[in-house]
């Protein structure tokens, strides 16, 4: 069984192993439900709301089957219910982060286009927001698979418990931001780059959604008091 720190029970492990099964379970559905909704209708599929839509239900299929796997890609032996290697551990690292991390920043294109539409809807019609709507896929997409590109040739992906994602490879080694030189066989840094590739990224869109989220709310109550 895989080292933590605390150390989980076996049974801790078995519950960290399946629980994502389910929860992953029900979000491929909802997201694929998305895809279906869109992709049905030609209205909708020439919309640049309904196809910002498309591309962060994609990215969550993709996320949510890579936790659906949960301890599946991981080494054999490094936690409870790992039958895979180490490429396969790093192919569920890659998908996961890239995945992970477009799909919150499609969030963000999301805000920025109710924004658009709602606090100046008079400059931003839908013609208009085509030319905008290459920057609204562009961005997600390249931070998201730019940074999980990088992450391969660096050696970040390793199992990190219930998944494999960004971590030292052993759990617990010494890395070389902290002491100077390391002990890990891979993922050096991991911490680091955990902000560097993910965490930054994440917070910043967290908080331009919520500062534009604002500006909406408060567009909408001036309107309600004309």
Known sequence: MVKLTPPLTVDQQIAIAIIPKF?????????????????????RRRRVYHRVLLGMALMDVVSSFKSFLSTWPNPRGTSWGSVGTTATCSAAG??????????????????????????????????RLKSLELWLHAVPLLIGWCTAIAGVPLKLYNPIGWTCWIGPLPMGCKQTYEYGYTTCDRGDNSYVYRWAFFHGELWLTFVLTFVGMAFIYRSILGRARM
């Open 23 to 43: 929860t992953a379970a029900l979000s491929i559905l909802g997201s694929s439900y998305i895809i279906h909704h869109v992709l049905r209708s030609r209205t």
């Open 94 to 127: 890659f998908f996961g982060h890239g995945s992970s991390l477009a799909g919150p920043l499609y969030n963000g294109s999301l805000t920025l286009y109710y924004y658009l539409t709602i606090c100046d809807r008079t400059k931003w019609r839908e013609e």
